[in-house]
């Protein structure tokens, strides 16, 4: 068992590996500048949501194998491994935003101990080169005698699955110039079982961005087929499951709807596309990938107008704040874009989310927070669904039918049954399930079709 340090210890990447590391047996102190959350999370409170995570912490704490610290020079020095997990966020231009990096590194290289191998692994998502520009930095200030490495260990983390993707992984992919510290670092997980990738520390960087954008790519190709399918008369998530048997495509990652958020595949496939530009490359994919992907939101908004005629003075529900389900994040959620939407023309927003209200009633100080689905309906001309939550498919809409005030429910995530929808008698519409008698004649003619949005 292995002393390891966890620099960046109270956010997603970095709490969720140390409590992880610590139910393997390691002993794990996290390092982290926020006294506020250091001090939560030595008294078993989780600034997280996530499942399970919690009970993971505590039993970490209870263990006496994990602790929680702000002082730099009690968790670095003499540890056989630092791990860092700081926020690596998106500027305006998508490049990414390097300077937490920059000061962790600077910090670790500056309390390794003479006389001692120290491994640094890089577990925030990076550009390409970054291991190269911390082991720089790291050079430049660590003391005489010290020895260190540095692996490029990306992770693959879906939020609301966290520790089930970490004690479950596909594969871990371990860059690094000296096979020996790959090697180290690939024994901390051999209790995982899985299938371990060693390469050069730029591809085993890549391999993080490459997933991130094929996978957001999925997604945003179904949804450009769903607006195909609505539009035709046809139904997406029959499509979905007949491309997805084909096992050269696969059914994950083809469901239609209101598209990603979230911390990684925005920050990540824009972070791409600026390294492809700086490359002198010209990322067409990738920014239409963001672009179709962005105009989801606006189409939604727009599609809940033409469907009220109108939403000046409207009183809209809506279903779901996190930008997905199991989770309490906000960053980059398409209900930030969807409610903003409804706002600026006039609506009047009442929203619930199991998890996420909290967070988002400091966002948004207009939208009136609901203790419950049936609350944040009572008196609503329409609901809309844009975070999916089992929950939401559990509720009784007759109930429903009964406090609303109108009768339309716009399902952003094909998460209900439209039948259960259409039973207690209000409308129901979700994404690319295709309209009766919605193929244009001069497509059956060969006329010219002249596009309209």
Same mark, same amino acid.
């Given at each position: ?14 709490? !969720? ?49 994990? %602790? ?40 670790? /290289? ?16 990076? +550009? ?22 540095? &692996? ?20 871990? &992919? ?20 899985? +299938? ?42 029959? &499509?979905?499951? !007949?491309? !997805? ?15 990603? /958020? ?35 939101? %606006? ?20 279903? /779901?704040?996190?930008?997905?389900e199991d989770t309490d994040d906000l960053r980059e959620s398409p209900a930030l874009d969807v409610i903003g939407g409804l706002l600026e023309r006039g609506a009047v927003v009442r929203a619930y989310d199991p998890a996420a209200m909290a967070k988002a009633a400091r966002l948004m100080p207009a939208v009136t927070m609901a203790a419950d689905p049936y609350a944040a309906a009572g008196g609503a001309d329409a609901i809309l669904i844009v975070t999916p939550w089992k929950e939401f498919a559990g509720v009784d809409f007759g109930r429903i ?30 994404? !690319? %399930? ?17 596009? %309209?949005?």
């Amino acid at each position: 068992m292995s002393a390891i340090c966890i620099v960046g210890g109270s956010g997603y990447v970095g709490l !969720g590996y140390a409590t992880a590391l610590a139910e393997l047996g390691h002993e794990v102190v996290a390092l982290d500048v926020a006294a506020d959350r250091v001090a939560a999370l030595n008294e078993g409170h989780s600034p997280i949501f996530e499942p399970g995570l919690e009970e993971l912490l505590r039993r970490g704490l209870g263990s006496g194998r994990l %602790r929680f610290t702000t002082d730099a020079d009690d968790a670095i020095p003499g540890r056989a491994f630092v791990f860092l997990c700081v926020g690596t966020p998106a500027l305006s231009n998508g490049e990414t935003d390097m300077r937490q990096v920059r000061s962790a590194a600077i910090t670790i /290289g500056q309390r390794l101990r003479p006389n001692q191998r120290t491994i640094v692994v890089n577990k925030s998502t990076m +550009p390409i080169g970054s291991a190269d520009l911390v082991t720089q930095l790291l050079a430049e200030h660590v003391r005489d005698g010290a020895e260190v490495a540095v &692996v490029a260990n990306p992770e693959f983390l879906r939020e609301g699955a966290a520790l089930h993707d970490i004690f479950h992984p596909d594969r871990i &992919v371990l860059g690094a110039s000296d096979r020996q510290a790959a090697e180290a670092v690939a024994a901390l997980y051999a209790p995982l079982g899985a +299938p371990v990738l060693i390469t050069d520390r730029r591809s085993a960087e890549m391999v993080k961005y490459a997933a991130n954008a094929f996978l957001a790519t999925k997604i945003s190709f179904i949804n450009e087929v769903a607006q195909v399918c609505e539009a035709l008369g046809a139904d997406v998530l029959t &499509v979905a499951e !007949g491309i !997805g048997a084909d096992p050269r495509i696969g059914p994950r990652f083809l469901q239609a709807g209101l598209g990603f /958020g979230g911390s990684c595949f925005p920050k990540d496939v824009g972070a791409l596309a600026h390294m492809a530009d700086a490359a002198g490359l010209h990322p067409q994919l990738l920014r239409a990938v963001l672009d179709i992907n962005l105009d989801l939101r %606006r189409r939604f908004v727009a599609k809940a107008e033409r469907s009220l005629d109108g939403l000046d003075g409207r009183t809209i529900a809506v279903w /779901g704040l996190a930008f997905k389900e199991d989770t309490d994040d906000l960053r980059e959620s398409p209900a930030l874009d969807v409610i903003g939407g409804l706002l600026e023309r006039g609506a009047v927003v009442r929203a619930y989310d199991p998890a996420a209200m909290a967070k988002a009633a400091r966002l948004m100080p207009a939208v009136t927070m609901a203790a419950d689905p049936y609350a944040a309906a009572g008196g609503a001309d329409a609901i809309l669904i844009v975070t999916p939550w089992k929950e939401f498919a559990g509720v009784d809409f007759g109930r429903i039918a009964g406090v609303m005030r109108g009768d339309l429910i716009l399902d952003g995530r094909n998460l209900l049954d439209p039948e259960a929808v259409t039973g207690a008698g209000l409308r129901y519409a979700g994404v !690319g %399930r295709g309209r009766t008698g919605a193929v244009p004649s001069a497509i059956l003619s060969g006329a010219p079709v002249v596009s %309209r949005d």
